[in-house]
Each structure stands twice: as C-alpha cells, then as structure tokens.
C-alpha cells in the first residue's frame, strides 16, 4: 500500500462524511461549506490521477465560481441564523432505506463489473491539447458542445431576465 | 469539412438566426405596442417551418456528434409546427396590458427550447444529447413561472427546475455507467461495443429514468399535473406536446440505436411501464375537475399509449410513434387552444365553468368536440388511426395482452373525454360562460388543428410516407 492509496481511503471517507452531514445540516450556510470540502475531495482525486488542469478548474470553477454563487444566493434570499425545518422522522426512514438499498445495488453491481484498464497517461494531457480538442470539429472534437452551450447560457440568461424584470414591473 | 457541411445543420442554423433577429427586433419596439415584433417572429417561424419541407441532404458533421437524415428532418417538422400554432394561441395572452414589456422575451425562449430539441434529436453523441436536453428544460421552467403574480406559476417553474435537475443529475450517472463500459460517448462507438450485462443495464435503467421524467411516465409523473395546472396555459401545451414528442422522438431513436443489444431488457421494461402508465394516468383523469390538471393526466396515459409504438424496435413502430404524436400535436393543441381562449377571457379553468358553453360559444364547443373525440380515438378521426396503427404495432411483436390492456383503457379513457362533451353540450347552466368572439391568431390556430385532424386521418399518404422513412432508417443502421 503506498502513499497514494492511503491518501485516497482517508478521502474517500472524509468526503463521505462531509456529503452526509451537507444534507443532514439544518443551517444552510453550514450544508454549503460542507459542501465545499466534497469538492475539495474531487478536486484531490483529479491530482492523483495525474488530472493537473481538471483539478484546477475544479478548484477555480467549482470551489471559486459556483459555491461562492450559493452562498451569495443563501445570504440574500435567507437569514443567517435560520434552521431548516425538520424533517418528518417517516420521511427521514425512508429516504435513508431507499438510498441505502439504492447505494447496495449500485455498489454491488459496480463491484462485479471488470473495467478495461485505461492505456492513457494524465499526465500527457496538456492544456494546449485540451484546448485544440475542445475546438477540433473532427472526430472527439468538441466545437459544436463548445457552441451549443454558449446558446445554452444566452437562453438561461435571458430566462433569468424575463423573471427578474416583473419583479421590477410590479413596483412600479 | 467545408462550409457547405453546414446546410446539414439548416433547421437548427435557422432557429438561430431567429432568435438572433427577434432579440434585435425586440429593440426597436416600444414597450407598450409590441404586436409588430409578434408579427415578425410569426413570419420568421413560418419561413423556419416552411423551409423545413424542403428536401435536404443526410449525413454526419463533426465526426458523428451531429446526425441528420429525413426522419430526422420529418421530426423536426413536427416540432416546427407545434411551436407555430403555440405561438399563434398565444398571441392574446402576450397582448394582455402589462404582459407585452416581456413578449420578446416569451418568444425568444420558446424559440430556444426549439433549438435545444432539435439538436437533442440529432445528437450522435451524449453530450450533445445532454445539452440539448439541458437547453429544451431551463428555458420551459422560465417559460412555467412566467405569471410570476400568481403563486402557482412560480411553484410550477420552481418545481420543474428542481425535479428536472434531480432527473438530469440521474440521467448523467446512467450515462456515466455506459461510458464506463463502453469507453466512449459516441452513439455509433457505444452502439457497436455494448452488450447485455448488470452494468450497462443498471446504465440503461438509469438513462431512462432520465427521459421518462421528461416524457411524464408513470412513476416519474408527478411534477406533471402540478407544473400543468401552475403554468399559463400556452406553455402547459407546448409542454404537453412538444417537450413530450422531442423526448418520444429520441427514446425511439437511442433505443433503436445505442441500446439496440440490450433489447431484452427494455423490453419487458417498457412493458410494465405501459401498463402503469395508461392505467395511473386514467384513473387520476377521471376524477379532475380542472381542465388543465384533467389535460395533464390526460397527456400521461396518452404517453403510455406512445410507449406501445416504442416496444415494436423495427419500422413500423417507429412510424406510428411519429404518426401519433403528429396526430397528438393538432388534437392536444385544439383542446389547450379552446381552454386558454376561454381562461383568457373569463378565467375559469374548470369543468363545471364549461356547463352549457355550446349555448352561447357553438364553434369552440365544436373544435373541443372534435379534439376530445381525436384523443379519446373515435374513428373517423385522425385519433383513431393513430392508436390503431399504435396497437398493430405492439400486436406485431405479440404483446397481445398489453395490446388487451391498452384497448380496455381506451374504452375509460372514452368516458372522461365524453364528460367534457357532456358538460359542454348536455348539461344545463343558469349562468353560462357568455359569447366571447377570440383573437383571429387564435380562430388560425384552430383551424390548423382541426384540418391537421381531420387531413391526417383520411389522407393515408402521410403514414405511408413515415413508414417509408422509418424503414429506410432501419435500412443505414445495418
């Protein structure tokens, strides 16, 4: 067991457990910082594997572009000092039975399934060859999700506008 | 790749030059008189939908991640048209004072839920399916929440965005099962790898769980009735049928295709998922009294009976999946057109308010009349042929008993559908829902669908036509 490894486990439960307590949290600034430490995990699982610039956008989207993002949206839309209510303990039997029947199926059935070892090395996967993928229109070129997307974000935004702009009709 | 690839890529390219011109156009008009953008976007989406018909060449683009072909095209067209005739129904509401400031707005998010289904069906590649999913939902949850004055619109849209990421992020871990196993996202690479085991059909399993959110199957049914009933009516039936259709259209083609190996298990997955789904959807229609919610367990046992259509995997069921939601598009649309006429003018929205309305309005009773009986499947309506063709499809493949379910479904589905009429035409009112004459758009979009009803069930050269393609589909796949 080398170094890796170990440092992998103590992820993998620290990110468990966090996971758990962001859903079990009654305050919601609390949930988002737990939050916070799951992606740090992912972030951490990407270096391992040699991933250097997915962990980077993991850290600089995720962790500095989205999460800040929710805590903006807690600050203004909630109290700091709020509790969620709590759940029904009926409520809460049953979400735990079905995810832990749920997580035993999945988990059995990933366990029985051999995967084909990857013959590429992270390592080798430079941003400039991200970048020239990300624009190739030949086969595994990804332009057209690359445009798509940016009408993706154009009709969010415009979505965003048409809800916010009746709140502004409504005063006046 | 040259530049003229690009025509391959028409009705999307299209698409997006029209919201490009609208959001231009929404400019130069002031807010308080817009119908001139209105005209304008119409106009444009006409051309779009006239364009369409125009023969146009098949092939790949950007190595497989973009797939065209006739019913691919044939597809698209149906879409077109629905939008058309959602744009014209609308045309009173978005008129309302107060409402036009935010009609280009409306439009130009309609237009863009167009664009993301049309590159949903000819995705070739997961992630272009995703996003184009992804681009036909977050607009519509806008679209649902647009009355933001009432309570319920705000509660649909808000429900419809949540519910539709939980299905999304479900949909995602099932695509991430298959791309585990296959080692790549492509349709064509994952199509030739495949085969049956735990994995890829725990994969499958969860892919599907994705879709049938979006196409409201029993049980992943129940943001339907709530979203249906908080939404202004005119996106609740561009909901209805064309979100539904998109989502039929790319089940029958990724079923056909990527999980065409796994045949044995989907099969008898889609079977159980019929019979709950034509039986839960008529059983909760017989007992609402709102039209809208009526229209959404309505629409569900009618995506049951889709699904029959899908169990056939070879032409002839895929032909009469599109047959039926064609069919599905001018009769739902007629029956949405009459019940947002009259909530714009009066706002009622329940079967009762509807008691002894061929009094005083014959015409909408009628156009009502005739899209009840399409949908309930009476025979000289186009209804009838498209379940019909439905049943001979699942017969086919010799699901006898499912096509024994669906029939006696039918029969209650018939007495919901007559209530309606009932109320309508038979049951007497002191206070009526007084003459009230709707915007000409309106009276257009009607006609449209009454002809699309009655045109589509006598002409049989129009499910020759989807046959023809359906088989030739079949045909490249080999």
């Not at chain 2, 364009?51 to 797939?67: E, N, T, V």
């Amino acid at each position: 067991m080398n170094a890796l490894t170990i440092i992998f486990y103590i992820m993998a439960v620290l990110m468990v457990v966090f996971s758990i307590m962001a859903v079990t949290s009654r305050k919601l600034l609390r949930a988002a910082i737990y939050l916070l430490f799951v992606l740090i995990g992912v972030a951490v699982f990407y270096l391992a594997v040699d991933y250097m610039f997915l962990a980077a956008v993991q850290v600089v989207v995720y962790m500095g572009g989205i999460l800040v993002l929710i805590i903006f949206s807690i600050l203004l839309t909630s109290h700091l000092g709020e509790r969620l209510q709590v759940v029904k303990p009926t409520t809460m039997l049953f979400a735990a039975v079905l995810s832990l029947v749920s997580a035993g199926v999945v988990i059995s059935v990933i366990n029985g399934f051999t995967f084909i070892t990857s013959t590429f090395e992270g390592d080798k996967l430079t941003v400039a060859h991200i970048g020239q993928q990300l624009l190739s229109y030949d086969q595994f070129g990804y332009v057209l999700p690359f445009e798509v997307i940016s009408i993706l974000l154009l009709a969010a935004m415009i979505a965003a506008i048409a809800i916010a702009k009746y709140k502004h009709q409504g005063k006046s | 790749m040259s530049f003229s690839d690009f025509l391959l890529m028409r009705n999307e390219l299209l698409l997006v030059a029209a919201a490009v011109i609208i959001l231009i156009a929404d400019m130069s008009f002031s807010d308080e008189n817009k119908r001139g953008l209105y005209n304008i976007s119409l106009l444009t989406m006409i051309i779009i939908t006239v364009l369409g018909f125009l023969p146009a060449p098949s092939g790949k683009l950007f190595g497989g991640m973009y797939i065209t072909g006739d019913i691919y095209i044939l597809m698209k067209n149906i879409l077109n048209i629905a939008t058309v005739i959602v744009l014209l129904q609308s045309r009173g509401w978005l008129e309302k004072p107060g409402q036009q400031k935010r009609m280009g707005e409306f439009i130009l998010l309609l237009v863009s839920v167009l664009i993301g289904m049309s590159y949903m069906i000819s995705s070739g590649h997961f992630i272009m399916f995703y996003l184009g999913m992804e681009l036909a939902t977050i607009p519509l949850a806008a679209l649902a929440a647009y009355e933001l004055n009432k309570s319920k619109s705000a509660e649909a849209g808000i429900k419809l965005i949540l519910l539709a990421a939980f299905s999304s992020g479900i949909l995602l871990f099932g695509t991430s099962l298959i791309y585990a196993a296959a080692g790549t996202l492509y349709f064509e690479g994952v199509m030739a790898i495949l085969d049956s085991t735990a994995f890829t059909t725990l994969g499958l399993i969860l892919f599907f769980a994705g879709l049938g959110f979006k196409i409201s199957l029993v049980p992943f049914h129940l943001w339907t009735a709530d979203v249906y009933e908080g939404a202004p009516t005119n996106v609740t039936s561009f909901l209805s049928v064309a979100s539904k259709g998109a989502a039929v259209f790319i089940l029958v083609i990724i079923l056909n295709t990527v999980f065409k190996s796994l045949n044995d298990v989907w099969d008898p997955m889609v079977y159980a998922l019929i019979i709950i789904t034509i039986t839960i959807g008529n059983l909760f229609a017989l007992r609402q009294r709102n039209i809208k919610r009526f229209l959404a367990f309505s629409s569900i046992a009618q995506a049951g009976f889709i699904m029959l259509g899908v169990i056939n995997d070879g032409g002839l069921g895929m032909a009469t999946v599109i047959y039926f939601v064609l069919v599905y598009v001018f009769s739902n649309l007629a029956a949405f057109g009459v019940a947002a006429a009259i909530e714009n003018e009066t706002g009622k929205e329940s079967i009762d308010d509807y008691n002894g309305f061929y009094r005083t309005n014959p015409r909408l009773s009628l156009v009502m009349m005739l899209a009840m009986f399409s949908l309930a499947g009476i025979p000289p309506f186009a209804g009838f042929f498209g379940k019909f063709f439905l049943f001979t499809a699942a017969a086919e493949k010799g699901y006898y008993i499912l096509t024994l379910i669906a029939v006696l479904n039918t029969i209650i589905s018939l007495y919901y559908y007559l209530l309606v009429i009932k109320a309508m035409f038979i049951d007497k009112n002191g206070a009526p829902i007084g003459y009230f004459k709707s915007d000409t758009a309106m009276q257009v979009s009607l006609v449209i669908c009454i002809l699309g009803i009655i045109v589509t069930g006598f002409t049989s050269g129009v499910f020759d036509y989807m046959v023809n393609l359906s088989q030739q589909f079949f045909l490249t796949l080999q």
